[in-house]
């Protein structure tokens, strides 16, 4: 019979993404949400919306009961988790399938490999993906640290086994510093994760960071779709994306990608997956995994073709992939800014009523939102109320799309982060390619200097 009907268990663009692709493919879709969500656009669209709870995420949109209470009450035969929330849930994955409805991601069990950085670095080592020098697991005796330390060279990062987002990260240039900067990363680490297990691995200087999209069918066939470039970023987290990055040649495309696709092949993997790596001097080294769909996928199907959403699906629903390697092409160019209800510069959240909103258009525009003018953006969830995707043939002529397109983008009643893209985009080392992850730190801390 196949999927009929999808719970989608998230909100905003992402869950307007997913019904979208689903009901491009016949398929009805149920949205959950909070209280404060009744009014959100995926709600409006779904073919049935079902409230899981108030507006904390730990009582709706992290509230397994509920959610698999509502999958069964609307008789959905899939979920699909999006990303965030309980999309990289092991657990979670597992209960969806013991109630017998198909969980349209990875196998639980390479979520919660994965989803371990210390048992994913060893992993990813052992299927072949080159790793950044470093510690073989969890370093908890100072003794250890420092001979470790000692061995790969300072400055080293020691980082949260667990958890991401920057939180339980401290970089030491010394030998003194250590013992101090690991108790700090330790507590940071328990606070945030309750995992107080930290690793060692050498610090490098200026990287970039280089992320491969990798889709398997989890019967041991795998495809890369390239890479993405997302260097841009604040306190770890990405404020611009693009496809493919300045700096990647198409032979190493080629090489690194066919690493990826092999060791997610090896791996048994399914569905749609993410390698990061971190790029420095022409040498790659992985950092993590993401076992589900990224924020910045769209960037990847612009110079594909190929809708990422759909084949989740198809390969949840246990399809083949509708295409191999041979079939993939990339052509031109594309670049995602995410857009966040916030001070442009001071990065203060910036909830409330949007009192006129206009999306851009035009050739090769792509708006991912879930706006309208009377939409009252709630303040209990992340600040992403918008993604915009420009294609251009060249790296060039897709800078001066988005240019125009943020020009003519228009989203009143609160602050948005328009403005910083407009600056970001007319900004010579952006321009040139010629940026890394510490870059955009850097040129904020110039800009309010």
Request: proline share 4%; hydrophobic share 40%.
């Amino acid at each position: 019979m196949g999927i009929r009907r999808i719970l989608i268990a998230n909100r905003g663009e992402i869950a307007l993404r997913i019904h979208r692709a689903a009901h491009e493919m016949g398929i009805e879709t149920v949205a959950v949400h909070s209280t404060a969500d009744a009014d959100a656009m995926h709600v409006r669209l779904a073919d049935h919306a079902v409230c899981i709870g108030p507006p904390p995420a730990a009582d709706s949109y992290l509230n397994v009961a509920a959610i698999i209470s509502a999958a069964e009450i609307a008789h959905c035969d899939a979920i699909h988790p999006g990303y965030g929330f309980l999309s990289e849930n092991a657990k979670f994955a597992e209960i969806v399938e013991a109630h017998d409805i198909t969980w349209i991601g990875p196998k639980p069990e390479h979520i919660v490999t994965m989803g371990d950085k210390v048992q994913a670095k060893r992993t990813a080592g052992a299927l072949g993906l080159p790793l950044v020098p470093g510690s073989d697991g969890a370093v908890s005796e100072l003794a250890e640290a420092r001979r470790i330390a000692a061995e790969i060279g300072y400055p080293v990062i020691i980082k949260a086994a667990s958890g991401g987002g920057g939180r339980g990260m401290k970089v030491c240039v010394e030998e003194n510093s250590l013992e101090a900067l690991m108790q700090q990363a330790g507590s940071e680490a328990k606070a945030a994760f309750g995992d107080a297990t930290v690793y060692i691995e050498k610090y490098l200087g200026n990287p970039r960071h280089i992320e491969f999209q990798i889709f398997g069918d989890g019967r041991g066939n795998a495809v890369h779709l390239g890479e993405r470039d997302c260097s841009l970023q604040r306190r770890h987290q990405k404020v611009l994306e693009e496809a493919p990055s300045p700096v990647i040649t198409e032979a190493e495309r080629a090489r690194m990608g066919e690493v990826c696709a092999r060791a997610m092949a090896d791996m048994g993997y399914r569905g749609a997956g993410t390698i990061e790596f971190l790029w420095e001097n022409g040498e790659f080294y992985f950092i993590e995994m993401n076992t589900r769909l990224q924020v910045e996928h769209p960037v990847t199907e612009m110079i594909t073709g190929i809708d990422l959403v759909r084949e989740q699906i198809r390969i949840a629903d246990g399809k083949d992939l509708s295409f191999s390697q041979d079939d993939i092409t990339f052509t031109g160019h594309a670049i995602e800014c995410r857009i966040n209800a916030e001070d442009a510069f001071t990065f203060a959240p910036s909830p409330g009523l949007v009192t006129a909103y206009h999306a851009a258009g035009g050739m090769h525009v792509r708006v991912d939102s879930g706006l309208y003018a009377g939409y009252r953006i709630p303040p209990y969830y992340d600040s992403m109320i918008a993604k915009l995707i420009v294609y251009g043939r060249t790296r060039e002529r897709c800078i001066m799309r988005l240019r125009r397109a943020l020009e003519e983008m228009v989203v009143e009643g609160v602050k948005t982060s328009i403005p910083l893209h407009q600056e970001l985009i007319r900004q010579a080392d952006v321009l040139s390619g010629d940026y890394s992850i510490k870059w955009l730190e850097e040129w904020l801390q110039d800009r309010e200097g």
